[in-house]
């Protein structure tokens, strides 16, 4: 039986691209709503977002697609209300760097160029390099240790932390991929139908 991961990876190639791509030529005025629910160091979400989810960077697909990452996952919040990430320290840390270069760079291009990167590191085994990307992509480090040390990546943390308990139904796995507010989970067919309910909705409307 396949992964979650290889079934992400599947819907997203044969299901998600060409859908979305076909209703990049047919109708632009609707946006599809993707939401992906992750942590940093996670391996899946690591692949998901380097081989998959760039595609919809690299293709026409940006232009319909409203993409928002959420770096929280499966993080725990203990009694005494620090932190446990799946993955350890590193994680926490990397997943408040990527929720800051969220806030900082609001332009989805340039965010998912520094989060890609870092992601890119961990496939290798280099995350602690995880600095370098700001020499790679040209962006500055500064506003990224400025949100982490005064508390701001604190706070975006917590929100995300809170909005990803809030999921309905809970997330049970990561990456947890939304589609218009509605979860990918397992089921291709249940993704397929839904994402041909949005795009007929959008037809609808716009004629």
């Not at 209300?81 to 590193?90: L, P, R």
């Not at 990167?117 to 995350?127: M, P, T």
Request: negative net charge; charged residues 15%; glycine residues 4%.
């Amino acid at each position: 039986m396949a992964s979650h991961n290889q079934i992400t990876r599947i819907i997203i190639t044969f299901v998600l691209i060409p859908l979305l791509t076909f209703q990049c030529h047919v109708c632009s005025q609707d946006k599809v709503n993707l939401s992906l629910y992750y942590e940093s160091l996670c391996p899946y979400c690591a692949d998901f977002i380097v081989n998959q989810l760039v595609k919809v960077l690299q293709t026409d697909l940006g232009s319909i697609v409203n993409l928002r990452l959420v770096p929280w996952g499966n993080t725990q919040i203990a009694p005494n209300t620090s932190w446990i990430c799946q993955h350890g320290t590193d994680e926490c840390q990397l997943n408040t760097v990527e929720a800051c270069a969220i806030k900082v760079w609001s332009n989805l291009e340039t965010h998912f160029k520094l989060i890609s990167c870092i992601e890119q590191l961990h496939l290798q085994n280099k995350h602690s390099s995880w600095q370098s990307c700001f020499g790679s992509t040209g962006l500055s480090l500064n506003p990224i240790e400025n949100c982490y040390n005064n508390g701001l990546g604190y706070q975006l943390e917590t929100a995300y932390a809170d909005e990803t308990t809030k999921l309905k139904p809970p997330h049970r796995f990561v990456p947890w991929l939304l589609v218009n507010n509605q979860p990918l989970q397992e089921s291709l067919k249940a993704f397929e139908t839904t994402l041909k309910e949005n795009l007929e909705s959008s037809f609808i409307q716009v004629g």
